[in-house]
């Protein structure tokens, strides 16, 4: 049976310890992660991974409530995008979550749209570096040159796995930023920033990413051309407890090999 609330779990763990931290941070009405709490969750993140296979035992707990549906979650699936994600805690009180997000494959996972999201969101390189780029819009007028992107609204997945999606026009994007994440590196985005992530050669690629309550309903993704799509469905690609808890413990003996 799923719990509650997280201070039904063993406190004395690395990663129940962490839920809790944040679990007061977002008590106190915080509802976006932005520059301005980079500092906070940063802090409650290296907390948590801190100490010798301090990432596997952090991880490999949260794998052992999850095989026993002990935690509240999102979704977990394999991405269309190539990378799996991986959901780990929901907070049915405040509405942020916890996910792992790993990119298996190197240069074959990669986003193929930029996005956004229905949130702003901290996330954390724990191996292995990707490739960021990230857009803005231009002003009408400014002369900012950029490239023509068809703009739809992706809905929030229902529980059978489905998203409505809603064309939005065109959008003219350009590129602002494009830089290498490198193991250890974090970062924070807005829901108003579009940005692609690309898989990289080498070690296996996956980031710790707390998500804070959703901003809105849908999020922007940019498509080179029209679709005539109305919806979008990743229920055959969604994990059960012990698939997820699975591939946790596969991407720790990942790290306790590399270690």
Known sequence: ????????????????????????????????????????FDAIVSRGLAGANGTANFLQEAAQHI???????GNSHQHAHGFTKL?????SVSGFSVRLHIWWTGVQAFDDSPHEHRWSFYSKLLSGSLRIRNFVEPRPGSGVPGAIWYRYKYADATADGKKCVEADGAATLTVASEYIMF??????????????????????????????????????VYHEQPTHASSYSFGEQRLNNVQVAQLIERYCAFLNVAA
């Open 183 to 220: 193991a250890g590196s974090s970062h924070t985005l807005a829901p108003t920033e579009p940005h692609q992530v690309f898989g990289q050669d080498g070690a296996i690629a996956a980031t710790l990413v707390i998500t804070a309550p959703p901003a809105r309903s849908y999020s922007n």
């Open 67 to 73: 095989r026993q549906d002990r935690l509240i979650r």
């Open 1 to 40: 049976m799923q719990v509650q609330s997280v201070r039904d779990l063993d406190s004395s763990g690395s990663f129940s310890t962490f839920i809790q931290a944040l679990e007061g941070v977002f008590s106190s009405e915080k509802t976006a992660i932005g520059p301005a709490e980079y500092d906070v």
């Open 87 to 91: 959901a780990l805690y929901r907070s």
